[in-house]
Structure formats: C-alpha cells, structure tokens
C-alpha cells in the first residue's frame, strides 16, 4: 500500500536524534527520477522523505513522476526552505505536507539543532495554508524533553485547522546512531495518555483513529509489543538514495534488491524479499511509527477502511470521552511492564553545530560498521 523514498541524507536541521545530517548523501549518488520512474503506480502513499527532501533541487521533477502513482503523495520536511515548497503545493493542493516541529520556540530550536527554527516552521505552514495546501500538518517526536509540549502543540494545529502527526523516540541506521529513547519511560508515556483523550474529543475520525495510533506509542515508549503485528515488505517498502528498496527503515539486514539494476516486480516478489517478510514475522524490534501502524491498522484489501480491531477501540472509547468518562488506559497498557534496558545518554543539542560531517560513499559497505545491538533496543 504504501511506499517512502529518502530522497537524500544531506539536510540542514542538526538534531540531536538523529546524525544523518553527520554523514550527508553524494548528489551524484542519490536516486534519480529516471530510477523512479520504475516505481509502478497504484500506491495508497508514497512519501518523499530524507534527510530533507527540499535539498534536492530536482524535487518539482520528482513530483510530478511521483504523483499520479499515489493515491496520496507526502512530503516530510524541515520546513525551513519555504520557497521550494510553496510553488509544489501551489500546483499540486492535495499534496499531504507534515513539517517537523518538536516544540515551542527553544525547545525545538535546541532539539533540532536549527536557529530561529520554530519561527520559520510557523512561517511556512501559514505559507503553505495561504497558498492553498488541502493537507497540512505538523510531526512530533515524543521525547522527554519536549512530552510537556505535545498536547499544546496538538492544540496549535486546530486553531489553524491542519493535521497533527507523533512518533516517538527509535533506532534506525539510517540515524547513524543507536542510543535513542526514552530517560523517564513512564513519565513520557503518561503525558501520551493526554494526548489520546485530546484527540478522541475531536469531531474528525481520521484523528479518532490517529488516537488508536498514539496508544500504540505509548506501549513503544515502555517498551512493550506493538499493538498490532508488523508488514513491513509485505504492506509497506522503503528506497534509499542508493536506490536499495528495503522492507523498512530500521534494520538494514532487509535489503531487498535495488531498483538500478533490477525491475520492481523482481524485487517484491523474489526470493530474497520472502526470506526478509519471515524476518519481519519474528522481528523482536517491535517499531510503532506512522508508516507501520498505518498499514497495520488498515483493512489490506479495502485501504480506506480500518481494521475491526482499531475499530472496536476507537468507538468504545469515543463514547467513553463523550460521555466525560475516563479513558480506562491500564486495560490496554501495564505499566508495570516497562523495560530497563542500558542507561541512555543525555543527547547532545548541536543548535551551535558542533558536529562533524563526513559524506557517505556509495559503496554497499557503508552499513558495515554500524552497530547491530539496536536490534535488541
């Protein structure tokens, strides 16, 4: 159903959870639209992703192959490059954008490593919203030391009528960095069941059901299975700038081909990629992410329609907050069920940039050192 393509890891946010910005792309390496064009039509989603995306100057191309593929089409951006933005919203006005903002002001500035960042990313959005945007939005990342914020920033998004989407904190290699999660687990996932009943209070389903979604974070914050099993390689794929397609994004052992030198149809549906979907059935990661709780949740023949599971959560506990009763969250998550893992490191704000950056080559060693232990995280 759906498909992400990280265009680029070159960006200019400097975040503290994730060092792609570290180990930029080579534009000559990165995917190109001829590549792309051997992307099949028929998809649900496709989302355009990085590293930032807007650094790569022929996005516009890249959109306009991309978009007839998709049902809908997804930009996930910084949003501190407005301009390259707005021209692709004012000629496509259902392209889905989410711009990430992980709190008010300071908080996001110093998360992200970006200066004056909350202010342009506000800028943008109104940018956008004027220039006719149908599907706006911010992303959050739940992490302690912007969960006090969440709820607020939630808020922010109805005043100005866009979209509100949450992750939480994880491992992936493309991070380049294996440490992310959570100091004070319950601490955080509590703030998550704030969140919830904020939502189920909402007059749109598609938040309702965006709820469901937030309860599984907050079992991925303590620790916990995921909600619902994983499809990652079966509902879902991932292409990286190397134009590799990849089952997902955390694990780099399911590589599944790559669309240079081989069709799509000999990917999805060669030998390798039916080893990688038996991996995915036994993954112990147990990532709960909007690209993987998405399918998960959707019905895999009729996409538009939910699964009965989500379902039946959603409605029992739409009537519960409607009535002004309490959502009962102890039936669906244990908290005394929490994982003590390693301690994890205080992360590190580059808003000053204190980091070093050394470009990735192309060869497929460049995965090679990278820390497998995340699995187990």
């Not at 759906?2 to 792309?25: E, F, N, Q």
């Not at 004012?90 to 992980?102: F, G, L």
């Not at 100091?183 to 749109?204: C, I, N």
């Not at 808003?351 to 995280?377: H, I, M, V, W």
Request: glycine share 8%; proline share 6%.
């Amino acid at each position: 159903m759906d498909l992400a393509v990280i265009l680029t890891y070159r960006c200019s946010s400097r975040c503290s959870m994730c060092h792609v910005w570290k180990h930029p792309t080579q534009p000559e390496a990165e995917v190109t639209p001829a590549t792309l064009a051997k992307v099949p039509g028929g998809f649900d989603f496709i989302n355009l992703t990085g590293g930032e995306p807007t650094l790569r100057r022929d996005l516009p191309e890249i959109v306009d192959l991309l978009h007839p593929k998709a049902c809908k089409l997804e930009i996930s951006t910084n949003g501190l490059h407005a301009d390259r933005l707005v021209p692709l919203v004012e000629k496509y006005p259902d392209i889905k954008v989410r711009i990430s903002i992980e709190g008010f002001g300071e908080t996001n500035d110093s998360i992200r490593g970006e200066p004056g960042g909350y202010e342009k990313k506000i800028a943008t959005l109104d940018r956008l919203i004027a220039a006719g945007g149908q599907d706006l939005g911010f992303a959050t990342t739940f992490q302690d030391e912007n969960s006090d914020e969440i709820v607020g920033l939630y808020r922010l998004t109805q005043e100005k009528g866009v979209e509100f989407a949450t992750s939480a904190l994880h491992n992936g290699y493309q991070f380049f960095k294996s440490d992310n999660g959570q100091y004070d687990r319950v601490r955080v996932a509590r703030k998550g069941e704030d969140l919830v009943t904020e939502m189920l209070k909402s007059t749109s389903v598609k938040t309702w059901f965006r709820a469901y979604l937030n309860l599984g974070l907050i079992r991925k914050i303590l620790g916990q299975r995921r909600l619902m099993p994983c499809t990652a390689g079966t509902d879902f794929a991932f292409i990286d700038p190397w134009s590799d397609v990849y089952a997902c994004n955390v694990r780099p052992d399911l590589l599944m081909g790559n669309l240079v030198e081989q069709s799509w149809e000999e990917i999805l549906h060669g030998e390798t990629a039916d080893e990688h979907r038996r991996k995915v059935a036994a993954c112990p990661q147990n990532c709960w992410m909007v690209g993987s709780a998405r399918t998960a949740m959707r019905h895999p023949r009729y996409a538009k329609l939910p699964k009965w599971e989500p379902l039946r959560w959603v409605l029992a506990n739409k009537l519960r907050v409607s009535l002004g009763v309490r959502i009962p969250f102890e039936r669906y998550v244990d908290y005394g069920d929490v994982h003590q893992g390693e301690e994890i490191p205080r992360r590190v704000s580059y808003l000053e940039d204190r980091g070093e950056r050394q470009p990735l080559p192309k060869e497929s060693t460049r995965y090679a050192e990278f820390d497998q232990g995340f699995f187990n995280r």
